[in-house]
């Protein structure tokens, strides 16, 4: 207990100093930050169009409301390189995130609903 008092939060003690939150706030966000150059490469590679292709083969050609979307989760430890960033627009990168969610979602519930069938055994 008297071991993790031990770091000092100068924001308990007194308002006298900010600097110590800014930092936290810096590296807290850090894992999302995309550098400009990165940016750069992408929006040129991608023509500062979204990437979005459909499955007739078409590709969405909205060049405002453009996003950059990581391939990756950042969460999972996804860093911001060009490889993993492409341009979306705003819709097209709310549609990804709905699919990756709905799919899990429906998978949760297929496999809730296996799991109860089973345990009542006679299947
Ligand atoms: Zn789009």
Redesign the pocket.
């Known amino acids: 207990m008297d071991a993790s008092r031990m770091v000092r939060n100068s924001g308990d003690a007194g308002p006298s100093g900010g600097d110590n939150n800014a930092t936290a706030h810096r590296i807290s966000t850090n894992a999302r930050h995309i550098p400009a150059d990165v940016k750069r490469e992408v929006w040129e590679r991608d023509g500062g169009q ?3 292709v459909s499955d007739s083969g078409r590709r ?3 060049r405002g409301l ?1 996003e950059f979307d990581h391939m990756d989760p950042v969460a999972l430890g996804g860093e911001a390189s060009i490889e993993r960033i492409r341009l ?6 709310q ?1 990804e995130a709905e699919l990756v969610f709905g799919a899990e979602f429906m998978r949760y519930k297929r496999e809730e609903a296996r799991l109860r069938k089973s345990a009542h055994g006679t299947a």
């Open positions: 979204c990437t979005y969405c050609e909205e453009l979306r627009c705003r819709a097209h990168n549609l």
